[in-house]
């Protein structure tokens, strides 16, 4: 792993701890809620990270204990992996020590207890949307999933399938640290960090890995996964379904049925659906208005878009606001 990753990108080095704190929160969108462990105590603090749609990614270094909780309704997926020292970690009854050879993966809802063993620990944590790691898998299986992954906790970086994980980590988090424009675009980050997910999904144990080891099959066929590609490039603009058949590069009644088949919802439910979990984040994640967000995102119909957020979330955009 890189020996000074995300360099260019300190959000906070202090010798507060609470500062470390407020840092971590802040990174990952209000996804998680921090606590210390035990007394607070001066020492040298520092939070470097990136955060986007779909994920942010952190380091830190310090030698707080603290307890990392997920906030109301932000589903997250966590993967810490450590760069120098050990850090003694659990999740409920299981307990993993975080090194550069063993890496811990938290599940939604999952809370988080990490106690460095010395000064100077340092580690890596890379927040992952559920929504995300969901379309993988239904990629993956060729079917919608019917409950959510819940995967082991430790994660060994010292075989094959765990090496290829922390690669393909350190290359996202080497593009992000090039400087170069090319990388800092969200369509190539979303790339990556679906191939993160892919490859998390199939080095890992899980509750569906069973079900993955069964699949004889491959992924979708690739005009399925050219016309995704599509609305999450172009998820802001006006999107129409013969656009989304165009890119497919097959008849509108084609891509429909394979949408359907696989996904088990229509292209421009899917383009529905998308929008309305990049809204929930902005929400969540952002002091924005709600209507400024909901058109940022392509949504034209704010009493329409108010129903139909409830319908998928349960609670209307303005009581998910209220927890910011």
Partial sequence: M???PLRDFVI????????????AA???GGAVTTSPLGPLSDGEHEVRGVAAADFAVGYFASSLAVRVGTAPGRDSYFVNLGLAGEISASRGGRQVVLSRARAGVFNPGDAQELRPNRPGTRFLGLRIDAGLVRRELAALTGRPTGSAVRFDLP???SEPRGRAVKLLIGSLIEQLDSGDPLFQREELQRSQLRCIVTALLLAQSHTHTATLRGVPGTPHPRALRAAVAFVEANLPEPISLGQIADAAGCSARTISSAFREK?????????????LDRIRHDILSTDDRIGEIA???GITHLGRFADEYRSRFGELPSTTAARR
């Avoid at 996904?263 to 929008?275: A, D, I, K």
């Fill in 12 to 23: 906070t080095k202090s010798g507060n701890p609470v500062n470390l704190l407020h840092s």
């Fill in 26 to 28: 802040r990174l990952f």
């Fill in 155 to 157: 994660l060994d970086l």
């Fill in 263 to 275: 996904l088990g919802t229509s292209p421009m439910g899917y383009v529905r659906n998308l929008r």
């Fill in 295 to 297: 058109y940022r995102w």
């Fill in 2 to 4: 890189l020996s000074s």
